[in-house]
């Protein structure tokens, strides 16, 4: 789905009484549509979870993504993921 439409649509729902957290993989749209909460990945586009085949980084993704769910809300916040790698 596109970036633009998943903010727009985040905004409403959350306008509904629903959390929403939109995975962004373009900052410039995610800036200018303001999402209630988004958690921008810098990943190409067709893999907001990162690599395929590799679970636990999708899991780390998706772990930042609930965590954000937390956050105080509406927003608009932007928060930038920074990967982790197993050391």
């Known amino acids: 789905m596109c970036n633009q439409t998943v903010g727009l649509v985040a905004a409403e729902l959350e306008r509904q009484g629903v959390t929403t957290v939109a995975i962004q993989l373009l900052r410039s749209i995610a800036e200018r549509v303001r999402p209630p909460r988004g958690l921008w990945v810098p990943f190409p586009h067709g893999y907001p979870l990162e690599a ?20 105080p809300g509406p927003g608009p916040l932007l928060v930038d993921y ?6």
């Open 52 to 71: 395929p085949g590799e679970p636990e980084r999708q899991r780390q993704v998706l772990r930042a993504a609930l965590d954000l769910a937390t956050a």
């Open 82 to 87: 920074v990967p982790t790698r197993p050391g």
